[in-house]
């Protein structure tokens, strides 16, 4: 019985951890200020 | 103490076995997308090429010609298109500037692609565009999906506003990197002449007039690095003339470009390391993770097996009991 709740208990950690990651995602950020070029930039 | 250590042992190499299938299967689909704030630039040179000259409608051979490729994501914009699709959508507006041997421009032409965040699948919105014409791709541009796989995929080509094949034709190392070489062949199309003229005073309605149309053709070369989706070589062998009217001077046609597109040395070599590098990230989701965790679950689970067969070695007792009490005899 007890390696029963053992066995439980990580596996709903696992979930719990994955569905929180998943669901904080990753920040959009803003909109990058540099300009669209319209001239041949010296390097990447 | 050993049973409760073996049962901490249990608990986490569940945790752990758990974890590799969650990772691979649920977060890595739901994590892995292009960033709404992306800014890249990219250079591509023809060197002897042939060129129009506006001033004497005839084709000239010319030393080199450039073409500078801005994306760059609108996060506003993919915001507000989010909230009606339900899903995680990034917006490029981009523009492909075309540059002359004098450093003056050719061609500009502004486009806005629309599209799903993780599966690189098109979305349809308000803006979609080529040049500041209304447009519904289908297929992918630019970038494959991350995983890509062995096999034909849909290219949106942005002169001719249509989607057709674009073939897998094997895989080849490129640079250290392996990668998937596709290629797609768009036969002689009339297209519409850019909106912005390289000659002031004309503009697409005047050439219009005149009857001449555009032609095009492309070959275009893309080796893909599959596991981020993202080509880190592209190269295509473009042609165009002017075909018919009165601007011809009684000419059937004359070509308005040729020339073999490559990418310029110092953009593949950054290509190449920014692939490397995010290559790494997927992996780690997809495979060094997922494979580690359900190692070290193993692991785990046969630590706790052996210090639970420990605690119940025949002939001792079990722990926390004492032993049977000696019968008393009068």
């Known amino acids: 019985m007890r390696a029963l709740v053992a066995a439980t208990t990580g596996l709903a950690v696992a979930f719990a951890l994955v569905f929180a990651i998943t669901a904080l995602g990753s920040p959009t950020g803003e909109t990058s200020p540099k300009p669209l070029l319209t001239t041949v930039p010296p390097h990447p | 103490m050993r049973r409760k250590t073996s049962l901490v042992l249990l608990a986490l190499a569940v945790f752990f076995a758990a974890l590799s299938p969650l990772l691979r299967w649920y977060a890595f689909p739901r ?205 295509e062998i473009h042609k165009e003339e002017l075909r018919g009217g009165t601007l011809l001077g009684g000419r059937e046609k004359v070509t308005a470009f040729a020339g073999h597109v490559k990418m310029r040395e110092d953009y593949i070599r950054s290509t190449v390391d920014l692939v490397r590098s995010n290559r790494t990230a997927v992996l780690l989701m997809t495979s060094y993770l997922p494979w580690g965790f359900l190692a070290l679950g193993v692991l785990l689970l046969s630590l706790s097996l052996y210090l639970e067969a420990r605690g119940r070695r025949p002939g001792e007792p079990e722990p926390g009991r004492s032993p049977a009490p000696e019968p008393v005899t009068a």
């Open chain 2, 31 to 235: 994590l892995a997308k292009i960033p709404a704030n992306e800014y890249q630039h990219m250079v591509l040179e023809a060197r002897n090429a042939t060129l129009l000259d506006y001033g004497t409608m005839t084709a000239k051979k010319v030393p080199k010609v450039t073409i500078v490729q801005t994306l760059k994501g609108n996060v506003e914009a993919s915001e507000k298109i989010e909230r009606t699709a339900g899903r995680d959508v990034v917006v490029w507006d981009g523009l492909s500037y075309v540059q002359g041997p004098d450093g003056k421009m050719v061609s500009k032409v502004p486009e806005r692609y629309i599209f799903d965040a993780h599966t690189q699948e098109p979305v349809h919105a308000k803006g979609e565009m080529v040049d500041g014409d209304p447009v519904k791709r289908e297929g992918l541009e630019f970038k494959w999906p991350f995983l890509t796989e062995k096999r034909d995929y849909e290219y949106f080509d942005a002169q001719a506003r249509v989607t057709a094949p674009i073939h897998y034709k094997g895989t080849q190392d490129f640079r250290g990197v392996e990668v998937y070489y596709f290629e797609q062949t768009i036969p002689w199309t009339r297209v519409p002449f850019p909106k912005t003229m390289p000659v002031k005073g004309i503009t697409p309605e005047t050439v219009a007039e005149t009857g001449t149309t555009r032609w095009y053709t492309t070959v275009r070369k893309f080796w893909v690095e599959p596991v981020t989706g993202a080509p880190v070589y592209g190269e």
